[in-house]
């Protein structure tokens, strides 16, 4: 889900070298060069591959767990700046998380600090 939503405005060397470098952090026994190559798959997602996988997530990852998904993700795409398609694309997937618009409002409050 990080790969497809930093991937929204086009997946940067340093949003994939973040995924990987996290992922491979947690995950040791995969190696960084086959997690690049999981980044570009998931970047790459169609409509329908994102949609199972969030149904995937929906079935197994309790509320906060999706809300963490969502700020790591937003995390990972502001690396190289968020555009309109990202923050859209956040908005979306947050949807089909099923974290509602407020939560969602709040988790990229979080992450630039605009708390009042």
């Not at 086959?34 to 169609?46: N, S, V």
């Not at 990852?61 to 937003?74: F, M, Q, V, W």
């Not at 089909?96 to 407020?102: F, G, I, Q, S």
Request: overall charge negative; charged content about 30%; some cysteine.
């Amino acid at each position: 889900m990080r790969a497809y939503i930093c991937g929204m405005d086009g997946l940067s060397d340093v949003e994939k070298e973040a995924i990987a470098t996290e992922t491979n952090d947690w995950c040791p026994s995969l190696s960084k060069t086959a997690l690049r190559d999981l980044c570009d798959i998931g970047a790459k997602f169609t409509e329908q591959e994102a949609q199972e996988t969030i149904d995937r997530v929906n079935e197994t990852y309790p509320t906060e767990a999706r809300r963490a998904l969502l700020l790591n993700a937003l995390c990972g795409a502001s690396l190289d700046g968020l555009d309109i398609k990202e923050i859209e694309g956040f908005n979306k997937v947050a949807k089909k998380l099923k974290v509602d618009a407020a939560t969602a409002s709040q988790i990229y409050d979080l992450l630039f600090l605009n708390v009042n």
